[in-house]
């Protein structure tokens, strides 16, 4: 599967998501993403490779011992490591193929901001934006 940045400049690959996906609801999610939570999935380092672009990648420490990797062009947050752990956190969200899988958890529910109730009643549902009301 591929992805990429929002401008294009970074290119990855990746042979398989190795944990399920998880939408993330932390605070440093919800930052890093400017969104409500964050889709992330454990993909191991040696089923993930650099395509294009590496020379693009920056790298912000969020927390001791991780590192938050995003394009140093567009800002788009593409995976976050720690360096001893054996996997990369994808963010599924960048991946231009369908990864075949649906999120099987929401973690952090305890930091998800209370105007984030994707069941409310009321709320309008629009396919592409919407028209003027």
Not at 41 to 48: D, K, Q, S
Not at 70 to 86: I, K, N, S, Y
Not at 98 to 114: A, C, F, L, T, Y
């Amino acid at each position: 599967m591929k992805g990429s940045c929002l401008c294009q400049a970074i290119e990855y690959e990746i042979d398989q998501l190795d944990g399920p996906i998880a939408n993330c609801s932390c605070r440093t999610c919800r930052k890093a993403h400017g969104a409500a939570f964050a889709a992330t999935a454990r993909v191991m380092r040696e089923h993930f490779r650099w395509r294009k672009g590496e020379e693009f990648v920056r790298a912000f420490a969020s927390s001791p011992d991780k590192d938050r990797l995003f394009c140093g062009r567009c800002g788009t947050h593409l995976v976050a490591h720690r360096p001893a752990q054996p996997h990369v956190i994808l963010r599924v969200a960048t991946l231009d193929d369908d990864p075949g899988q649906r999120p099987e958890m929401h973690i952090w529910k305890s930091h998800e901001v209370p105007w984030a109730d994707y069941a409310q009643e009321g709320i309008v549902a629009c396919g592409e934006w919407p028209v003027a009301r």
